[in-house]
DNA sequence: TTCGATGCAAATAGTTTGCATTCTA
DNA sequence: TAGAATGCAAACTATTTGCATCGAA
């Protein structure tokens, strides 16, 4: 569990899907039946969606997909099942500027710079945020969450522009 | 694509009051005429509650404090002056993690850790970014802009609450 | 057969907008 | 007196909640 600058685990811990040729989904709804939970197809397909598309997925877009293959789910169903997943430390979610917060996997751990002009989104390791991680906790005793807000700012080629214009 | 509102003029520079005995106040107001705005009672109120109260407030408390003086003006008011004097460059938004948008001077820069179990704010001079702003242009030629989102994670006693659970 | 999960509607929070009216320059 | 700014209501986005019903264990 090295974490980078001896960072300690904020939240639950992170879930990660297990070694080996498991099935990912199955380990999911597995952790959701030991904590009582049951499952039902929304969170089946719900789960299968996060291990299939893209991440850093809005709750809407989720629900798209998820509509895909129970057309009736309804997106508060799925608010309150990622609420559930997130408290069990399968995904986490993450606010990228203004406008909904994304999920994805826990077990994808990295930060965002996000564009203010363009909405690039990179995703960078953790490791980027060192040096801030120590300089805050050695002045402050505060220790950061690289990874729940962006760090806003202008990517290359906007900062480029904005630099021309003086 | 997932374009959340618009890119608006992206913000002047930041304006300074000016200095020596001129009221801040005034500097403001002439800075609103200069555009050919009209200097009207909510927005000599709001200016004035700006530079007086104490900084980070949401634009609901600002509306508070200028119905003290001027009971009728209205929060969609309030919003409408903010964004002008953002435009100005005289206030800047910053997010502190969920809940509504604070303001504060423009003149006042610093970035923000914010505590994500109790909200405490820290206002950190922005030299504390510099190694995460120097690590974002190596990599990735990302110019952080470290002002308008806090940093969450955890301040001291909350950090060290949660270290002894393990 | 129980109680957790769902669908739906409605509430909520924060912010923005349309429009007729008011008031500054 | 032109047109910028306002008050008000209503729209809007993202999310949460109450409640009757449904269904997994």
Not at 61 to 77: F, G, I, K, N
Not at 113 to 141: M, S
Request: hydrophobic share 45%.
């Amino acid at each position: 569990m090295a974490r980078t600058g001896g960072a300690k685990d904020a939240g639950s811990a992170a879930w990660a899907p297990p070694a080996g040729d498991d099935d990912p989904v199955e380990a999911v709804l597995d952790l959701l039946r030991a904590r009582g939970g049951r499952v039902t197809t929304s969170r089946r397909v719900l789960v299968t969606a996060l291990f299939g598309g893209e991440d850093h997925r809005t709750a809407e877009a989720l629900a798209r997909a998820v509509q895909e293959v129970a057309p009736d789910v309804h997106l508060s169903t799925i608010y309150r099942n990622l609420e559930e997943l997130e408290a069990l430390g399968v995904v986490v979610h993450a606010h990228l500027g203004h406008g909904p917060a994304t999920y994805h996997l826990a077990s994808e751990l990295h930060g965002h710079l996000v564009c203010e002009v363009c909405d690039a989104t990179i995703e960078v390791p953790l490791a980027v945020f060192a040096a801030l991680e120590a300089e805050a906790r050695r002045r402050y005793g505060f220790v950061i969450d690289p990874r729940h807000f962006a760090v806003l700012g202008r990517c290359s080629s906007c900062a480029g522009a904005t630099q021309e214009r003086g």
